[in-house]
């Protein structure tokens, strides 16, 4: 049992008046950990504290090297600490133990490094060459500037549920290295991996009100992106929950950064390897049983090789091991809650009444009693206008649609309000690259490649802004421009 008194507030834990929330393992229905749930006053005292924090303390005045070392030394209380944190991801979100090593915890401590490494190399102001500009009455002024990135000031972070660990790091990392300081708010189904950072950030020597967790509803929720004291908000969920947040911070112009959801398509050429790509395609929908904002649940393929790849496809899904993410032969888990397992059940027959067919899967997996799981689901007879073709499902559902030439496999994969993420399939890369550069969305794969120095965010109703890279840093800074007269 993991369980917290208090929430992390101003560097240390404050007891909260509310209530208490029970955090349920979604592969066993067992209770797991419990939290405080946050309020009115939880939120007032955590962006007291972090304006403070910025107006008063010392955090945004260090030297960018100076953050890092502080940031270095989180990093090593993490990395010991991975094996405690892989259990947790697996109790508390429901993934396997591969995922939870690889994915949850290792693309989250290789972005994490590259943030500080990148960091190091920057040099806060800039300079600009001498320049001759007119000045009264016409002579030439000598004169010069430098721009200097400085941090926004107050961030809110509110977090999904999906891959808590890595989201929860992507918004504080690059916020504090840049010298913001900033408030947390998780996901109620997943509050625990946030929690467990408070008291490694007090070890790290981040200061009191620099980093600040709590948990809380809607009303928190409101307070984090309403309140003038607040300077920026960054929130990864729903695209719903997204305008939301945007209307919530509209009137204090707040800068919002926004990671929302994705339909993304996955194009496969007719002269691909179908065996290779096809159970690509379909490893892909079940990847934290499909709770995933950038998986390629549209799967667009030439109809000349339709059949077979709906074969493998089909097979591959089969033989899936579905079940408690801690034995460790268990591929896919269940999904978050009773909540999104009818939303997904629901989605999935409301398709299926409007003609699709299931290929295999669409429904829960008859030898699992506890736990709220879905079995993998590919379907046929879809129209890339149908619902389930143009909503997000949040399952491990996946739909074949076909095409004929590659102008229309661009029409189809652009024919959604979301822009998130892609992939293209091809022998010929360069026939590949071109199709990639087609697509309205903010990344594409291309023959599989990745690399978690490059940036992610989406066009579209899938977001604003971008997280990791070097890019995913300069959203935290504002830039100012002084110039001077030689």
């Known amino acids: 049992m993991h369980q917290y008194k208090g929430l992390y507030i101003n560097g240390d834990w404050s007891v909260a008046q ?39 303390g010392p955090w945004p005045h260090l030297t960018p090297q100076e953050r890092c070392d502080v940031l270095d030394r989180f990093y090593a209380l993490l990395a010991a600490r991975q094996d405690e944190l892989e259990e947790l991801i697996v109790a508390e979100c429901g993934a396997t133990k591969a995922l939870a090593r690889i994915a949850h915890i290792g693309i989250a401590m290789d972005h994490f490094r590259f943030a500080v490494d990148e960091a190091r190399r920057r040099e806060a102001i800039t300079p600009v060459a001498p320049l001759v500009s007119a000045g ?41 290295l840049m010298g913001n300081t900033l408030v947390l708010k998780p996901s109620p189904y997943t509050p625990l991996q946030a929690l467990v950072l408070g008291d490694l950030a007090t070890e790290a020597g981040i200061p009191p009100g620099v980093l600040n967790i709590i948990t809380g509803g809607t009303e928190v ?28 911070a509209a009137p204090t112009i707040k800068r919002v950064h926004l990671e929302l959801g994705g339909k993304s398509a996955l194009i496969a050429c007719e002269d691909v390897d179908i065996e290779q790509v096809a159970t690509q395609a379909a490893t892909g929908l079940v990847v934290q049983a499909g709770q995933g904002c950038g998986l390629c ?39 978050i809650g009773n909540e999104q397992r009818t939303r997904v059940t629901d989605m999935v027959d409301a398709a299926v009444r409007d003609g699709a067919t299931v290929v295999t899967g669409g429904g829960r997996p008859p030898h699992l009693a506890k736990g ?7 379907l046929t007879d879809v129209d890339n206008r149908d619902a389930i073709a143009q909503d997000e499902i949040f399952g491990p559902v996946g739909m074949v649609i076909g095409f004929d030439t590659d102008d229309e496999a661009v029409a189809l994969a652009n024919e959604s309000r979301y822009g998130l993420s892609g992939a293209v399939w091809s022998a010929d890369s360069g026939r590949a690259f071109a199709l990639a550069q087609r697509l309205r969305t903010g990344a ?25 890279g070097a890019e995913g840093l300069d959203e935290y800074t504002e830039i100012k421009s002084i110039t001077y007269r030689s």
Do not use: C
């Open 444 to 468: 594409v794969r291309v023959n599989g490649g990745s690399a978690v120095e490059v940036p992610w965010g989406g066009y579209k109703r899938s977001g604003i802004g971008r997280e990791y």
């Open 297 to 335: 649940s549209r799967l667009l393929v030439h109809r000349s090789i339709m059949p077979s790849f709906i074969e493998v496809a089909k097979a591959v899904l089969e033989s899936v091991v579905v079940g408690d993410p801690a034995d460790p032969a268990t591929q896919m888990g269940p999904l």
């Open 18 to 56: 509310g209530a208490v929330a029970e955090v349920v393992n979604p592969a066993t229905e067992e209770i797991i950990g419990t939290v405080p749930i946050g309020g009115a006053r939880e939120a007032e005292s955590a962006i007291a504290a972090a304006r403070a924090a910025f107006d008063s």
């Open 221 to 248: 929720g409101r307070a984090m992106t309403s309140d003038p004291r607040v300077d920026m908000v960054t929130f990864t969920g729903s695209e719903s929950v997204g305008a939301t947040v945007m209307a919530q």
């Open 136 to 176: 009264p009455g016409g002579r030439g002024v000598l004169g010069s500037a430098v721009t200097i990135r400085e941090p926004v000031g107050v961030v809110s972070a509110i977090t999904a549920f999906n891959y808590p660990f890595l989201i929860n790091l992507a918004k504080i990392v690059p916020a504090l």
């Open 372 to 378: 709220f799981f879905y079995s993998p689901t590919l």
